[in-house]
């Protein structure tokens, strides 16, 4: 086998596993391609691997039972196991009153994500991307730790309805930690995109984590509470994930979230927002690249989820829309909040006084109702005055909802992708592009002593 499935490879072994199905349905998924990491610490690799690997997903059907089951080995006698035990499994299983009917043939839109320079970052490249960093943090007297991952390969979905779906893909994310020798200083930059070559470059990540690292040596203490701040992207990223994952349709009319009416049904198409708020996913736009269909083929289309403050989608499975008598909206297609043009420094100058936040870190929730949440801030905290960056701070917790920063916004800045992921791998969710912006009145509740 290459290093992943061709479309056509895809489709046969699909039909194979088909055609050995006895269940009333059958759907077929099948993922296969190459995954490489590079780890490295005190300016030093530590780990580095690469990994090829398919497998091939089983779910069979009875009526309303279904059980899948998982198989890397596709010999006839590997398959048949798999086709059997997932079978066996699904006769076992309770009823699902919610379980949708298989999809027919459907249409997808054309997306290329899958980028040649993404798929030259071998073992050795990785090694030239951190070499830059380590002997600058060298240069610079700090140490310096971070993450490079590559992924490239195919995924496909078919079943017994007649479906097929493939979509070839590549990723790739670098994220990189410096610190000073005396554990004071804490810097952070980092990036992701479908195609390395639109990657920030390593030198210039590295020149921003050292700088942040060296400058919040010494950081000061001052009092937790409100704060103009200044959120740069990946901090954006953070909160805009939290927003993204808030926004399903049932707990809306369930009663069960923030976009609940009180007394009853959702707040579609009311404004929740300042008006320069405007989110959406798409497939195709050349900053997301994200696969055009769900788990189960069901086709991702472009979704306008906040338009100018209003929320115009929610986020709708089958089951639920199909109760609701609306079309499906699935959580696809990435995430990207449109900006303006300024810069982050044009941002900073703009504020008399207030906080330069780089990332937020162990976000969790609070209360669905108003998506409250918490976490702390994270390799570099810094005060402005007067448009400038005077001086480090230590770090805060904060309580805050990204609706109230939403509502307190003051401007946006220009929107790129980030790493928003807390792990710094590739996005498990899906690409996140994002603005930094000024919001007034952030909730800080408590001083972290963590650097």
């Not at 780990?47 to 009526?63: K, L, Y």
């Not at 960093?133 to 992924?151: D, K, L, P, Y």
């Not at 050349?286 to 472009?302: N, Q």
């Amino acid at each position: 086998m290459a290093e992943w499935l061709s479309r056509d490879e895809a489709k046969r072994l699909t039909d194979r596993v088909m055609a050995l199905s006895t269940a009333e349905g059958c759907q077929v998924s099948v993922n296969s391609g190459i995954d490489g990491n590079t780890r490295f610490a005190a300016n030093e690799v530590s780990t580095s691997g690469d990994a090829s690997n398919a497998s091939v997903t089983v779910t069979s059907r009875f009526g309303k039972r279904a059980a899948s089951a998982t198989t890397n080995v596709f010999d006839d006698a590997g398959l048949k196991r798999a086709v059997e035990t997932s079978e066996r499994l699904a006769r076992l299983a309770p009823e699902n009153p919610e379980l949708m009917p298989l999809l027919p043939p459907q249409r997808y839109r054309d997306v290329r994500s899958l980028f040649d320079s993404s798929l030259r970052l071998d073992a050795a490249a990785r090694a030239d991307a951190v070499k830059v960093a380590t002997e600058a943090c060298e240069r610079a007297g700090a140490g310096g730790a971070g993450f490079i991952q590559r992924t490239a390969g195919a995924g496909a979905v078919a079943n017994s309805a007649g479906l097929f779906a493939y979509q070839p893909a590549s990723s790739a994310a670098y994220t990189l930690t410096v610190r000073t020798p005396d554990g004071r200083g804490s810097g952070w930059a980092g990036t992701a995109h479908n195609d390395w070559a639109r990657i920030t470059p390593p030198a210039t990540l590295a020149e921003r984590a050292i700088k942040k690292a060296l400058d919040s040596r010494e950081p000061v203490t001052i009092e937790p509470g409100k704060y103009t701040v200044v959120l740069e992207p990946t901090a954006v990223g953070n909160l805009l994930r939290v927003l993204e994952f808030a926004m399903g349709a049932r707990a809306a009319d369930e009663g069960r979230s923030f976009f609940s009416r009180p007394g009853g049904g959702t707040k579609l198409g009311e404004k929740i927002v300042d008006e320069r708020v405007t989110i959406l996913s798409d497939p195709q736009d050349p900053d997301l690249l994200s696969r055009p269909y769900t788990g189960d083929g069901f086709p991702v289309e472009r979704t306008v989820w906040i338009e100018n403050g209003v929320v115009k989608n929610l986020a709708y499975d089958r089951f639920w829309a199909e109760k609701k008598g609306v079309r499906p909206t699935p959580f696809a297609g990435g995430l990207k909040m449109l900006g303006g043009t300024a810069t982050l420094d044009e941002l900073i100058a703009g504020v008399r006084r207030g906080l330069l936040v780089t990332r937020f870190w162990y976000i969790r929730g609070v209360d669905p109702r108003s998506i409250l949440n918490t976490g702390l801030t994270r390799d570099g905290l810094f005060l402005i005055e007067n448009g400038r960056i005077t001086r480090a701070v230590k770090n805060f917790r904060f309580n805050e909802s990204p609706v109230i920063m939403l509502n307190n916004l003051e401007a946006l800045g220009r929107p790129e992708r980030v790493s928003a992921s807390e792990s710094g791998g590739v996005e498990s969710g899906g690409a996140v592009v994002v603005p930094p912006l000024v919001a007034r009145d952030f909730t800080f509740s408590s001083i972290s002593e963590a650097v």
